[in-house]
């Protein structure tokens, strides 16, 4: 069954004093497009999030964030202070100073709190202790996820499913009226002639004028054509398999059929029909947009 592309899961992680929280939001997009938001000292989990999101996901968005809380002290831990950078922003700081002529002395805060300036170190296992963990904790919301879209594209398919058939039952009607229009305009054009000018009524001229007609109004090739993508789309709503781009053309190519047939026919119910089938492409269309 097709998957939706939107999307929510979260976890939360208690080791020692620190508690992690995590929590992944999927999107509709074109393309699969990873935003991730962690803690520097957590920079090594990056590689494995992406990996496993690419392995999980082909489109959306996908919003992770990581969140860390000091729930107390750790006697294990210690900070390190990377000099060597805080030398350079200290220096890139007093040249804007000089530069612009800013009077306000530089503060600890400014220095302290640049990013990769101060690091807190954990003890190589415990370190990697953290990082297994996460990664369990990662990998359960990512499958939550998995299958909180799973059941949306279920419930999209059931919805856009009913919407085909729908359309289905609408062109066939149309196919059925194509003859009567025919019929109803050879009628027509009979008695106007008779109003006008019986005496020059000729019956192979009248055929040859309802079989013009017939043919220039005649829409067989894009009934056939719309309903074997109709067919098309009722099958690929049941695919396992990312299907959403197919779905988009498929509906493109059901939406041109559909104006032909508005263009060839000139009866009054058809373009009524025609109207109706367009919306209720749009309707689908929308739907479409959010499919995996």
Known sequence: MIK???????????????????????????F??????????????????????????????????????????????????????????VEVYRQIKERFDIQQPISLINISGAPGVMQIEQ???EAEA???????????????????????????????????IGLKERIDTIEVRVPLVVEQYKTRLEQKIRDIAPQQLDEARL?????????????TEE????????????????????????LDFLLQEMNREVNTIGSKSSDT??????VEMKAELEKIREQVQNVE
């Open 32 to 89: 699969l497009d990873i935003r991730l938001k962690m803690p520097n000292d957590l920079s090594n989990l990056e590689i494995y999030v992406h990996n496993l999101v690419k392995d999980t996901f082909s489109r959306g968005r996908v919003d992770i964030l990581f969140n860390r809380q000091e729930m107390a002290s750790d006697p294990n831990r210690r900070i390190n202070v990377d000099w060597s950078l805080a030398g350079q922003y």
């Open 223 to 246: 009934i056939v054509r719309l309903n074997a993508h109709i067919g098309q789309f009722l099958n690929f709503i049941t695919s396992d398999e990312p299907v959403g781009r197919k």
């Open 4 to 30: 939706s592309m939107t999307g929510f899961g979260e976890g939360e992680l208690i080791i020692g004093s620190v508690r992690y929280r995590v929590e992944i939001r999927t999107l509709n997009n074109k």
């Open 269 to 274: 119910a058809i373009a009524l029909d025609v």
């Open 130 to 164: 953290v990082r297994n963990r996460l990664e369990n904790t990662i990998r359960q919301i990512v499958v939550s996820v998995k299958e909180m879209r799973a059941v949306e594209g279920g419930k999209l398919a059931d919805e856009m499913k009913q919407r085909m």
């Open 207 to 219: 055929t040859q004028e309802v079989c013009y007609f017939a043919d220039r109004s005649d829409i």
């Open 123 to 125: 003890p190589e296992e």
